[in-house]
T-cell receptor, first 111, second 111 residues
Framework: GQNIDQPTEMTATEGAIVQINCTYQTSGFNGLFWYQQHAGEAPTFLSYNVLDGLEEKGRFSSFLSRSKGYSYLLLKELQMKDSASYLCAVRTNTGGFKTIFGAGTRLFVKA | DVKVTQSSRYLVKRTGEKVFLECVQDMDHENMFWYRQDPGLGLRLIYFSYDVKMKEKGDIPEGYSVSREKKERFSLILESASTNQTSMYLC??????????FGPGTRLTVL
């Protein structure tokens, strides 16, 4: 079957660094996405990895290891506005390039 | 600015009613998607479409149908609403192999 696992909740302090992990078991891997979703709002795209390694985009970085079925999202210099859910999503090329979403990790940033 | 709009933010319907959820995107995207989002379950794909008049079943199509008569519009139909279809419904669109852009969501309550 196809499965994506990520922690349900995390708490971190303003100004700190936090790493949100995602592990997946899917067939036909075709890329991994991270989305941010604030409460009551739509998800918005953060990052995309299709090859192994680190992709950096400002305060956010995302890492992928295809052989381990593992990714993480790294958030640096945390701000209160980073309190949100972070969704890990894997695109597969089976059944027509579907994207499978994890349940999301709710991040609480405290002062 | 890219935009995906949904016809309603909140909707209350009675069991057995036929429900139409409309989604419109202005980005000329080929791909459009309907998801439902429930606490602890994440985003689950109901149906998707690669082109006008084309549709593919997602992971949970039972009780739903879709229509894509024009490229910019993708409609989700609940043939006979049931209480277990109470959920947040999210529409998204994308170019092939690119990130998805989400609408604001429709919170549907079936009484």
């Amino acid at each position: 079957g196809q499965n994506i696992d990520q922690p349900t909740e995390m708490t971190a302090t303003e100004g700190a660094i936090v790493q949100i992990n995602c592990t997946y078991q899917t067939s036909g891997f075709n890329g991994l996405f991270w989305y941010q979703q604030h409460a009551g709002e739509a998800p918005t795209f953060l990052s995309y990895n299709v090859l192994d390694g680190l992709e950096e985009k400002g305060r956010f970085s995302s890492f992928l290891s295809r052989s381990k079925g593992y990714s993480y999202l790294l958030l640096k210099e945390l701000q209160m506005k980073d309190s949100a859910s972070y969704l890990c999503a894997v695109r597969t090329n089976t059944g027509g390039f579907k994207t499978i979403f994890g349940a999301g990790t709710r991040l609480f940033v405290k002062a | 600015d890219v935009k995906v709009t949904q016809s309603s933010r909140y909707l209350v319907k009675r069991t057995g009613e036929k429900v139409f959820l409309e989604c419109v995107q202005d980005m000329d995207h080929e791909n459009m998607f309907w998801y439902r989002q429930d606490p602890g379950l994440g985003l689950r794909l109901i149906y998707f479409s690669y082109d006008v008049k084309m549709k593919e079943k997602g992971d949970i199509p039972e009780g739903y149908s879709v229509s894509r008569e024009k490229k910019e519009r993708f409609s989700l139909i609940l043939e006979s609403a049931s209480t277990n279809q109470t959920s947040m419904y999210l529409c998204a669109s994308s170019l092939p192999n690119n990130e998805q852009f989400f609408g604001p969501g429709t919170r549907l309550t079936v009484l």
